[in-house]
């Protein structure tokens, strides 16, 4: 599994701010459970600190620590997104602010197999397929196609994570919501450990070489495709 999320966030373009979007929970061995979000800041921030929480409580009520499957763990991430909203949903509307937020939570507990799901605003959520094999959050609307076209369900991890980066290049092209420095996690099956975490900053040699590269191909593409014939 391949995990990747920025750290721009924005309340309008004289308050940019950088914010980390990914949390890791591990307990070697047993489980790695990876969460990425996107949103209204404060909603995110809220319904991460109620699940580190109720770990730190371990007062016998089910937390991401101690569930058995990555449904329930996804069923947590949806209930406390659920109960913030309430609390803060309504004060936020009263401002004219946008309260939504969206968690991707994937991982493996134990030998269950892994599994991926994208839960919404509205605590609701849904788990990847092998016919959906990914899932995306945020501003996807630039670096969306980079993934339809490339992403299938048996592909290598290093044409995954090539392809993630492609599309967070794509993204920050069109969009100044979405910039470095992006974070990456790559979890392999059965590992039930993290071993390969990485920031990609401002000035990173391989995020500069891929975004040359990437933009040189498309030129190249763009000028073999034949013109067209006027009748």
């Known amino acids: 599994m391949v995990f990747a999320s920025d750290s721009r966030t924005n309340a309008g373009v004289d308050n940019v701010s950088t914010f980390k979007k990914m949390a890791i929970f591990e307990q070697p061995g047993d489980r790695v459970i990876v969460i990425v979000n996107s949103g209204n800041l404060g909603i995110t921030q809220a319904t991460l600190s109620h699940l580190k929480q109720a770990i730190k409580r371990d007062d016998g009520s089910p937390h991401l620590m101690n569930v058995a499957s990555m449904y329930d763990a996804a069923e947590l991430v949806g209930h406390a997104l659920r109960d913030v909203g309430i609390s803060d949903g309504p004060h936020l509307l009263r401002s004219n602010i946008d309260s939504s937020a969206n968690f991707i939570i994937g991982g493996q507990i134990g030998r269950e197999r892994m599994r991926l799901f994208l839960v919404y605003s509205e605590g609701n959520f849904i788990e990847a397929t092998e016919d959906t094999p990914y ?54 099956r059965d590992a039930l450990a993290v071993t390969r975490v990485r920031r990609f900053g401002v000035k990173d040699e391989y995020m500069r070489a891929l975004s040359y590269q990437w933009s040189e191909g498309l030129r190249r593409a763009f000028q073999s495709v034949p013109d067209i014939e006027w009748n």
């Open 135 to 188: 899932f995306q959050i945020g501003e996807t609307k630039y670096g969306k196609p980079v993934i339809d076209r490339i992403m299938q369900s048996g592909a290598s991890m290093s044409d995954a994570v090539k392809c993630v980066l492609v599309s967070f290049d794509s993204t920050m092209r069109s969009n100044l919501s979405v910039g470095l420095p992006i974070d990456l996690c790559v979890y392999e």
